[in-house]
């Protein structure tokens, strides 16, 4: 049985040479009943569509909202509402999963406030959407997927994104309400070459830093750090006891800096022009430094 306040929405990133842009599909419960919203995210604008709720709930994908449908394989996008055009067809290939679910045994854990899950690292993006006049055209295209369920996001969080030259990254850095406190939570995976590379707190994983622009993570010998150098937000709206009335602030494509290092050498180091980024942590400025 599902609690009485409850959210599951899901994230679909699609980045190509005219741009990228997320759409973000979610159900929500409260006590005043379900409802539910889409949220289309650019690099230059945000946009939030009251959206019909799915007949059968929406718990798993694949989802159909009104006209729109979003699975594993693709998504169909018909919004004609005041203040909001978007229509179009997405295709997704050649999807990596993890290899096993990224919260480990926290995913058995009852009152954590919510569940994350990662359904593709990187995968192959076809087709083509229009969204108030702006066209995304996608041939060869290059997506990542995940979602989130629960009943509200973190009081605190850090969470970014972003596709290499030879693979992809995530990494998400958050308060984990417990009894009797509070614990840093870490869920990461940096996947090179064909290989992953995990990072989480049921492994070892502590933060070592979260002072905004940066956030580290360590695990053994090992180091992740993602530095924000500029960023480019669009408010976004994220739940709260299955409310969406919290804004959140997103960078959909941004530029980060990423260094991956074991007992002082640097296995990998990149700077990135198509990062996602959000910074929900205190000390927060209005623009990050570049170095």
């Known amino acids: 049985m599902l609690p009485k306040e409850f959210f599951k929405g899901w994230y679909f990133k699609c980045c190509g040479p005219q741009g990228t842009v997320a759409l973000i599909p979610a159900v929500h419960r409260d006590g005043r009943g379900e409802t539910a ?55 997704f290939r050649e999807l990596t999963p993890l290899r096993y679910p990224i919260m480990g045994p926290f995913r058995f854990v009852p009152f954590l406030p919510c569940c994350h899950q990662v359904y593709s690292m990187h995968h192959r993006v076809d087709g083509e959407i229009t969204v108030n006049g702006q066209r995304f055209s996608f041939r060869n295209g290059q997506g990542y997927m995940e979602g989130d369920s629960g009943r509200s996001f973190p009081r605190r969080y850090i969470w970014t994104q972003s596709f290499l030259k030879n693979g992809s990254l995530m990494l998400a850095v958050a308060d984990v309400p417990m009894p009797g406190g509070c614990l840093t939570g870490v869920i990461g995976v940096i996947r090179l070459n064909g290989k992953e590379h995990r990072l989480a707190t049921y492994l070892g994983a502590t933060a070592v830093r979260t002072d905004y622009p940066t956030v580290m993570v360590r695990q053994g010998g090992y180091r992740l750090c993602a530095i924000l150098l500029e960023e480019r937000t669009q408010p976004l709206l994220a739940p709260v006891d299955g409310q969406m009335n919290r804004t959140i602030c997103e960078s959909a494509a941004c530029r980060a800096h990423y260094i991956f290092s074991h007992g002082g050498k640097v296995l990998w180091e990149e700077t990135s022009n198509q990062a996602s980024f959000e910074f929900e942590y205190p000390g927060r400025q209005s623009s990050a430094p570049k170095i």
């Open 37 to 91: 919203s889409l949220q289309i995210l650019t690099e230059g604008a945000a946009y939030s569509y009251e959206a019909a709720v799915p007949p059968d709930g929406g718990r798993t994908l694949p989802v159909k909202m009104g006209d729109c449908f979003f699975s594993r394989k693709g998504i169909r996008l018909q919004i004609q509402e005041e203040g909001l055009c978007a229509w179009g067809m997405l295709h």
